[in-house]
């Protein structure tokens, strides 16, 4: 062993010393916001780490062979991702699309507000450590012992899959992976096959609403208060009138960028086909009724068309992923709905929250820590069931706040108005040891409740009765589009009216 460290002590030792600097510059960048309570949890996500750099090893190891490409691809690649890095150890941001697109597109002054002093004097770090990199590297021989240092180079791209796969993907969401894979979705576009909007010559003969859908996240209905979950998580929606809540909806889409294209559109949650489908937003512009959706998470390529055929698009958070700690909190959402909401013509609202999203600290306020001791590590094994259960049940609180406000404005609304809040899916809480909700166990029954206005209820009694009588029937979350378009009673379209919860046959 000492005599095979002493043969290519030169070549280790460099590639030691460059993965070290990379790591520093860029890798740790992503762990560096993630709470931690104790040692064990520092030990796993320091192997994380480890894991991540050291895969990534390989790939620096391969750009050193040639001494053309270590001068422009590493120096490109270090420069690039070391300015991630740096924005991602100051403000925490996401690799993206949006966040490459937001880059490419970004306006001038935009920058000028992205360039500070610290900022000028991390890129002159970078580069005088670049250019340290690169006078080391032509002191050394880098092709010494290719013949094991390459196919041991293969293994650890190998481990980097295999590991990737095991570990629900989760080295490739932490950088420098994370830069590659938001560069691949930014070129390669999903292509979800959507249905032209049909042009329909009258425009008038429906119904004129004002629809607000809030779209939650990781909802699950048996923690609602409102729904006889034995903690008052829902105090301020249990006092309200109009207010039904559906115990049993279904879902077998049991994350958001499966569940949401069948929410959107005419895709039912039991299709395995790649048909194409109609947006609910385009049938309503076909109405020529404003569609707006204001949404607190990025959009993911499955959905991302369908949410583009709403007439106007705002997303709070361009950089952030629900995966990051910081996120901007859902009361922010309101700020945009109260700039775009008319109250005297018809619309098509949709709220996409955070919600219940995992890390469940950031995502309430403090005046909403009602439940405790809560959550303060990231690192799951180290906390109890008490804890997590505290935490996303503070959650709710906020929801239920949330939609209280969002009822309050609503309410002095002159024309007949309606709310729908869905969750996209719910959440397993430890049954059978399983957390969070990208896994096949995942709870399927997400939360639902409808609000009406007295308005809506005087001119439409009959929809307010199939309500009552709908709440206790078993639904998926395909009543959604068929519901939405049922509000409006416009012939021209076809759709499932069995699968409106505003219709009864008698
Ligand atoms: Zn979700």
Not at 74 to 92: A, E, H, K
Not at 197 to 207: A, G, Q, V
Not at 398 to 417: A, G, V
Request: glycine share 4%; proline share 3%; aromatic share 14%.
């Amino acid at each position: 062993m000492k005599q095979f460290i002493n043969k290519y002590k030169e070549i280790i030792i460099f590639n030691l010393v460059v993965n070290i600097i990379f790591a520093l510059f860029v890798t740790l960048s992503s762990y560096y916001y993630i709470p931690l309570n104790n040692l064990k949890g520092k030990l796993m996500y320091f192997l994380h780490l480890c894991i991540v750099q050291g895969t990534f090893a390989s790939i620096i190891y391969f750009l050193t062979l040639s001494r053309v490409i270590f001068k422009v691809v590493f120096s490109t690649l270090f420069i690039i991702l070391s300015v991630v890095g740096y924005w991602t150890y100051s403000i925490n941001i996401s690799m993206s699309s949006a966040l490459i697109d937001a880059s490419v597109t970004t306006k001038p002054y935009i920058i000028k507000d992205l360039i500070t002093v610290q900022f000028i004097l991390f890129l002159v770090c970078s580069t005088i450590v670049l250019w340290g990199i690169h006078k080391y590297y032509k002191s050394i021989k880098p092709k010494q012992g290719i013949k094991l240092f390459f196919p041991l180079s293969c293994l650890l791209l190998v481990l980097y899959f295999l590991v990737n796969n095991e570990r629900t993907r989760s080295l490739e969401s932490k950088l420098p992976y994370s830069f590659f894979y938001a560069l691949n979705e930014y070129f390669i576009k999903v292509d979800i096959p959507l249905k032209q909007t049909i042009k329909i010559t009258d425009t008038k003969n429906f119904n004129k609403l004002n629809i607000v859908f809030v779209l939650g996240e990781s909802l699950r209905a048996d923690h609602l208060g409102l729904n006889g979950y034995n903690r008052e998580t829902t105090p301020l929606l249990s006092k309200r009138q109009n207010l039904i809540s559906f115990k049993t909806v279904y879902t077998n889409k049991t994350n958001t960028a499966l569940s949401l294209p069948c929410i959107l559109t005419d895709k039912s949650i039991y299709s395995n086909k790649n048909d194409s489908v109609r947006s609910v937003f385009s049938l309503f512009n076909a109405l020529e009724i404003p569609t707006v959706w204001i949404g607190n998470q990025l959009l993911e390529p499955s959905y991302e068309q369908i949410v583009n055929t709403n007439k106007d698009v705002v997303i709070i958070d361009k950089f952030k992923s629900y995966w990051n700690i910081g996120k901007k909190h859902d009361l922010e959402l309101l700020n945009e709905f109260n700039k775009l909401f008319k109250r005297e013509i018809n619309g098509l609202y949709t709220i996409h929250m955070i919600g219940s999203h995992w890390w469940y600290e950031d995502k309430y306020t403090d005046a909403f820590r009602k439940f405790k001791p809560v959550i303060d590590s990231k690192y799951i094994p180290s906390l109890s069931n008490e804890q997590i259960i505290n935490s996303y049940d503070n959650t709710i609180l906020y929801l239920d706040y949330f939609l209280n406000t969002l009822i309050n404005k609503l309410e002095t609304n002159n024309i007949p108005t309606v709310l729908v809040y869905l969750s996209d899916h719910g959440e397993s809480l430890g049954e059978n040891g399983k957390w969070l909700h990208s896994h096949t166990e995942a709870l399927t029954n997400p939360g639902m409740m409808v609000w009406y206005s007295n308005s809506f209820k005087t001119v439409y009694p009959n929809k307010v009765e199939a309500l009552n009588k709908n709440k206790e029937r078993e639904l998926s979350t395909d009543l959604l589009f068929h519901s939405l378009v049922d509000l409006i009673d416009n012939d021209n379209f076809n759709y499932n009216k069995e699968l409106s919860i505003f219709y009864t046959k008698n």
